[in-house]
């Protein structure tokens, strides 16, 4: 992987991280057509720009690490234990799903779940609108939610988000909560391909493991804090048709 590969890649991640529109399918479609094999060393600058992510979320929330918001994070690691647990048992079923018809698939059925929800959604009839006050048992439910997030294609943040604003979360909260359940998420699968590809790192890719770190970090940062004030005055149907768009055409593409 050159330089300007790994640029790309950062900014992809960074901006498809956060949005409900799958970081993941981004990576390996935009994988594919750059021609940057699955090698443990190009799997190893991933796991650098899926650390920054994590450090983008920190940096923004960074007045939520303390012992005054325990609770939250507890709520954080319960929704975080289905995915976990699921994860966990059914890690090699799921890694044959990673296929360009499979994230197309799903990129049309995220779509098509957006703008369903939008149609029925009234932001003035959310319960919560600090993730503070939300509950174990809907920290729960949207934990159920993300558990789809499994399926390449399906986004984290997408499913997650479905889920919070089905308890009754409103956009802006459901948003958050999804920033901050990234953590655990990430963290996880971070440190499981480290220890897979630990080996392929080496001197001589430090500065191009800078590069993408850097360039996801600052981009993350930046599309989480952009993507709050954007769902001040809009909704996410945008991301819906962009989402129906996107899977239509890598479909007519590949298939």
């Given amino acids: 992987m050159d330089i300007l590969q790994i640029i790309i890649l950062g900014i992809i991640e960074g901006v498809t991280e956060f949005l409900p529109i799958s970081s ?14 699955q090698t443990e060393s190009n799997k190893a600058m991933e796991v650098m720009i899926q650390l920054a992510a994590i450090l983008a979320v920190i940096a923004n929330y960074r007045d939520k690490f303390s012992l ?11 929704s975080f234990l289905p995915i976990a647990l699921i994860g966990a048992i059914f890690y090699q079923p799921i890694k044959m799903l990673f296929t360009i018809e499979v994230v197309a698939i799903m990129f049309i059925v995220g779509g098509v779940v957006f703008l369903v929800l939008e149609y029925f959604y009234k932001e003035e ?17 949207i934990g159920i939610a993300q558990v789809f997030a499994l399926i390449p294609g399906a986004s984290r943040a997408g499913a997650s988000i479905v889920g919070a604003l089905l308890v009754g979360l409103s956009r802006k909260a459901s948003a958050e909560f999804s920033f901050l359940l990234a953590l655990p998420v990430l963290f996880g699968a971070a440190s499981l391909d480290l220890w897979k590809h630990y080996e392929a790192f080496n001197q001589k890719d430090v500065f191009i493991l800078l590069i993408g770190f850097v360039t996801a970090f600052v981009v993350a940062y930046m599309t ?5 004030r954007f769902l001040e005055r809009f909704t996410f149907v945008a991301f819906g048709i962009y989402r129906i768009l996107f899977g239509v055409l890598l479909l007519w593409w590949w298939v």
């Fill in 24 to 37: 993941t399918g981004h990576l390996i479609v935009v994988s594919h057509w750059m021609g940057v094999a």
């Fill in 68 to 78: 005054k918001h325990r609770e939250l994070w507890l709520k954080v690691c319960v």
């Fill in 125 to 141: 009839s959310a319960q919560i609108y600090n993730v503070e006050a939300m509950t174990y048992r809907q920290a729960f439910w």
């Fill in 224 to 228: 989480m804090k952009l993507f709050i």
